[in-house]
């Protein structure tokens, strides 16, 4: 995903089948009833293949709860776990929206013109090496943690204990490929933040866009056209904040548990080599904070540059309607795109990531 021909359609078509498993990518409009039946099933059997390592690991917690480094490991991983049921069935609660937006999405982009392709593919090139350096990262980081046990001294990936005895086959390779694939969904849960991220870009290029038409309008019906196409916009931007806000609150909520509890670990006395393993817990939580928070920031100047767009445009040589829509066009843009949770997350933005990753 880091050639020179990195279009946005190959991006698409990329996540489509990489986040399978984080079940974030709504079915087609068109589905049949026999692929939104084996959707359900999917994303229930997902849900369950995580729940099942939670309760493993809470059982195991509260037989080593007095061993404080283990505790906060174990926190670590549960909000890794946790988080995976929980964006699963927010994002299937959002289906419904998520299919409107996705389809308006690859609509625009079909019958996008040569200057707006020329947009995307420039913050394609501004972010495609720090979003596919973080994937591969994560991708690494999972394959690690999965082989695990070949250098390691304990049977299986996640240290975890059990009420019986695993050492038999084939229950213990059922159990190991069961820890594979409950790391392999906190990977690909993680990079679903790269839908989120995708879905923020498009809607920041647009309004770029449409912040370069308002600076080429030479005529009366031009200048309509653009305000009307603002209304369109607005709409769809304030869709796409409403949908993703609440995965973006817990992804940040369970981010933040983590740079705590790896945190607690940097200030008490321990030895170098766990605080290099809670380094790399605070440092994957930062990264996916930033993921969201870039694009969200990118939003909210984009939108907001629209007005100065308007103003400078010649609005005083048209008519007095046109100018009064121009006025509702410029207070409007007062009042950026925001993503926002009230009383619950504030504006994300890069100056929220900051106070995030230094608290």
Not at 4 to 31: R, S, Y
Not at 122 to 143: D, E, P
Not at 210 to 239: G, M, N, P, V
Not at 335 to 355: D, F, K, M, Q, R
């Amino acid at each position: 995903i880091m050639t020179e021909t990195l279009t946005l359609e190959k991006i698409i078509a990329f996540l489509k089948v990489d986040l399978t498993f984080a079940c974030c990518w709504p079915l087609p409009m068109k589905a049949t009833k026999f692929q939104k039946i084996r959707d359900k099933i999917f994303r229930l059997l997902c849900c369950l293949n995580s729940i099942i390592m939670i309760i493993s690991l809470i059982f195991t917690l509260n037989r080593k709860y007095d061993n404080m480094i283990f505790v906060m490991k174990v926190g670590c991983e549960l909000t890794a776990f946790v988080q995976v049921p929980i964006q699963i069935t927010l994002f299937t609660l959002q289906s419904d929206r998520l299919q409107i937006i996705i389809y308006e999405m690859e609509d625009y982009i079909q019958q996008a013109k040569s200057e707006e392709r020329n947009t995307f593919q420039r913050y394609i090139n501004k972010c495609k090496l720090v979003y596919g350096t973080t994937m591969c990262f994560i991708t690494v980081t999972a394959i690690i943690m999965s082989f695990g046990p070949l250098f390691l001294a304990q049977p299986f990936p996640i240290e975890v204990e059990y009420p019986f005895d695993v050492n038999k086959q084939p229950l213990r390779t059922i159990i190991y490929l069961h820890h594979m694939m409950i790391i392999y969904q906190s990977c690909v849960q993680v990079c679903s933040n790269v839908f989120v991220a995708l879905l923020l870009w498009f809607t920041a290029a647009r309004f770029e866009i449409l912040f370069h038409k308002f600076q080429k309008i030479t005529s009366i019906s031009e200048f309509t056209i653009c305000i009307q196409l603002h209304q369109q916009l607005l709409r769809y931007a304030k869709d796409v904040t409403m949908t993703i806000r609440y995965v973006v609150l817990s992804t940040i909520g369970f981010c933040t548990i983590g740079i705590v509890f790896s945190g607690l670990t940097f200030l008490s006395k321990q030895p170098l080599t766990v605080k290099t393993q809670f380094f790399g817990v605070a440092a994957s939580s930062i990264v996916e904070v930033f993921i969201c928070a870039w694009p969200a920031d990118y939003l909210l100047r984009t939108s907001n540059d629209i007005g100065y767009a308007g103003y400078e445009s010649s609005w005083y040589n048209k008519d007095i309607s046109l100018q009064k829509n121009l006025l509702y066009t410029v207070s409007r843009c007062q009042h950026p795109i925001t993503l926002t949770v009230p009383c619950l997350l504030p504006t994300l933005s890069l100056n929220y990531y900051a106070s995030v990753s230094l608290s």
